[in-house]
């Protein structure tokens, strides 16, 4: 069969790389690409919010999956169009995606079923959310309602912290319309923990779960960034922890999606906290994380083609979905001064070290192809993973093959995985 990956990260090199294991793809497509999905994929250049030149490709190409990996298409409704046009897609309708697209929608949800989160107001009125911190405890935590790019979260430790952040959000327009409405949450600590699921309609199937640092700089400093590394199994996501999980947040999860006559097919990936009270939702996506699917896919001993088809067709109940008892690291590589001002085009030198390495992965975020040498392309440019026995395996492996590969501005955490030396 013929495959459509929609995207060109980190997260779609690793889709592609799982799609190109399966016995029953002859092609792969990818639009709009890199320069390592190329490698495996035919690249097409159209780019992700582009939904009629999507759909007529696929219309021309007679492709038989699309699967789409970000979050901006799935929540504009990338997935409708394709469905109207007679074709297979995998991803939330428009009206599914609204679980990461909204986050006044996903917190109203999770209180009218009861799905443990923090507790929280929304205000659609600058002057209403400023008299309601006047008496709020602190810290406190403020969150535009859209997308923003994973940086509409601030966490104020104090009064005039969170009335300079309404401001920015809500006056200024800081992330644009996502902060048409403001949703102000009680601040949790605890451990985090992303957990991505496959969801058919009705039935979840759990996928291992992985661990994430969003934080620049080490030690969790610095700004936030769509992610600086990960690995997975999280040993703190206990067999005890997963068993409430799965009754208390995600299947009531897919059951409050269908009784408000949103059924949600695709990925669900709960960012959830540990609390003292229990694990608690910090947000809902509805996709792949990245680089949590650098981590997990390559652990998938399924053929992705067969889940992603039982999703689309309803049919997760008859399926086991299984990983390997292992674990794997992923250290991004990215420019230095990411996520605020880099600079691209660099070449990359060594790539061709993970040539025939199996527990070696090399996965292209921002790269291009510029007269016939691969060149830095983006503020994170590469996701270097590798699998090992145990989680300290695969971390010194990673970390070694990070040293494999050169480019200027070269920048990368030193402490990804830092927290599996606490087990
Ligand atoms: P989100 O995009 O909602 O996942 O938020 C980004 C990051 O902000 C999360 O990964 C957490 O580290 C932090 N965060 C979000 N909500 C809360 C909360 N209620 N309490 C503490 N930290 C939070
Ligand atoms: N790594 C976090 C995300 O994909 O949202």
Not at 90 to 100: Q, T, V, W
């Amino acid at each position: 069969m013929k495959v459509l990956i929609v995207g060109g990260g980190g997260r779609e090199h690793a889709i592609a790389a799982s799609v190109k294991k399966s016995s029953r793809v002859d092609k792969i497509y990818c639009a709009p690409g890199n320069a390592g999905i190329a490698q495996i994929a035919e690249c097409v250049p159209i780019g992700v919010m582009e939904f009629d030149k999507l759909v007529n490709f696929a219309k021309e190409k007679e492709i038989d999956l699309t699967i789409i990996g970000p979050d901006d298409p799935l929540v504009a409704g990338v997935v409708d169009p394709f469905e109207a046009a007679g074709l297979r897609v995998f991803g939330p309708r428009k009206n599914a995606a609204i679980l990461e697209g909204s986050k006044a929608f996903s917190k109203d949800l999770m209180k009218k079923y009861e799905i443990p989160t923090a507790a929280y107001e929304t205000f659609d009125d600058p002057k209403q959310a400023m008299a309601y911190l006047e008496t709020a405890d602190y810290p406190i935590v403020l969150k535009a309602d859209g997308l923003a790019l994973g940086k509409g979260v601030l966490i104020c430790n104090t009064k005039q912290e969170a009335m300079d952040g309404v401001k920015s959000i809500m006056e200024d327009k800081k992330f644009g319309d996502a902060g048409n409405r403001m949703v102000v949450e009680e601040f949790m600590t605890g451990r985090e923990v992303s957990v991505l699921t496959f969801v058919d309609g009705k039935t979840v199937r759990v996928m291992s779960s992985a661990q994430d640092h969003k934080r620049a700089k080490d030690g969790d400093q610095g700004l936030n960034t769509g992610g600086m590394g990960t690995f997975s199994p999280s040993p703190f996501y206990t067999p005890e922890i997963d068993a409430f999980c799965k009754e208390h947040i995600f299947q009531k999860t897919v059951d409050a999606m269908r009784a408000e006559g949103r059924e949600f097919k695709g990925i669900i990936f709960f960012g959830l906290m540990l609390t003292e009270k229990g694990p608690k939702v910090l947000e809902y996506n509805a996709r792949f994380g990245d680089p949590e699917a650098q981590v997990v896919l390559p652990r998938l001993e399924n053929d992705i083609i067969d889940v992603v088809e039982a999703c689309i067709d309803g049919r997760l109940d008859q399926m086991e979905v299984t990983f390997t008892d292992n674990a794997a690291v992923c250290v991004v590589l990215a420019s230095d001064g990411y996520p605020v001002s880099y600079e691209k085009g660099y070449p990359i030198e060594g790539l061709s070290a993970f040539d025939g390495k199996e527990d070696y992965f090399c996965f292209h975020a921002g790269t291009a192809e510029k007269d016939g040498k691969i060149v830095t392309n983006g503020g994170r440019v590469l996701g270097i993973t590798a699998t090992g026995d145990d989680l300290k395996t695969a971390r010194r492996k990673a970390y070694e093959a990070t040293e494999w590969v050169s480019f200027d501005n070269k920048y990368k955490r030193n402490d990804i995985g830092k927290a599996i030396d606490e087990c």
